[in-house]
């Protein structure tokens, strides 16, 4: 199947009897409701985000310590719109990060030099966010790419609801996310090569993206 860089703009058919938990890489965009702009800016060919934007970004990291057979691979976070790639591996090719698969795991994921997460299984404590738990109870295996997402839109969307509280973040319009999501199986590895590309270059396309058209009306 050839890559379409403009997949992303039609809603995704669900493939019948297919089983989205088994071992394989999905191309996700999920819009913001109303493709309101509230993750920041594209600045000279570069997203420049705020604290929501942030927090998106946050979020996505922890899909790898929440679902352990997730592996979480190129994402940008637009201003009203977000695209990643997340690999469904094989229970055998978990690594083992801590004890045991399973073992406890509390707080956001440390922080590199330029302040984004490394999903490697280590985290730290935070002042300004609740603590998180992925012990044995609340680590998931075999979940459905759709149950991920569900679960990603659901901790940021609560998240954002504290911002617009305690930060005064930009009040969204009853759903932070629009209620579906467009995905598609990646195939090929020369597919994966050319997605993996357009989701770095998005932010130079966005003045001639459609989510950007959309804002302008």
């Not at 591996?89 to 330029?114: F, K």
Request: proline share 4%; net charge positive.
């Amino acid at each position: 199947m050839t890559y379409n860089p403009n997949i992303h703009h039609r809603r995704s058919i669900r493939l019948k009897g297919y089983d989205y938990s088994k071992a394989g890489l999905y191309f996700i965009t999920i819009c913001v409701q109303n493709h309101e702009c509230l993750f920041g800016n594209v600045l000279n060919n570069k997203m420049i985000l705020n604290d929501a934007g942030e927090m998106v970004t946050k979020w996505y990291y922890e899909l790898g310590n929440k679902y352990p057979d997730k592996k979480c691979r190129e994402m940008v976070v637009m201003p009203n719109h977000f695209h990643c790639i997340v690999e469904n591996v094989r229970i055998m090719d978990v690594p083992i990060t801590d004890a045991h698969v399973g073992a406890s795991l509390r707080g956001r994921p440390i922080n590199d030099e330029r302040g984004r997460p490394i999903n490697d299984g280590r985290v730290q404590q935070t002042n300004d966010a609740p603590t998180h738990q992925y012990g044995p109870n609340n680590q998931k295996f075999n979940a459905t790419i759709g149950d991920a997402m569900d679960w990603f839109k659901t901790m940021t969307t609560n998240e954002y609801i504290r911002g617009v509280k305690n930060h005064n973040w930009n009040r969204f319009d009853k759903k932070l996310w629009q209620k579906n999501y467009w995905e598609h199986i990646i195939r090929q590895d020369g597919e994966y090569n050319r997605i993996s590309e357009y989701i770095i270059q998005n932010p130079t396309k966005w003045f001639h993206d459609k989510f950007h058209k959309s804002v302008d009306g």
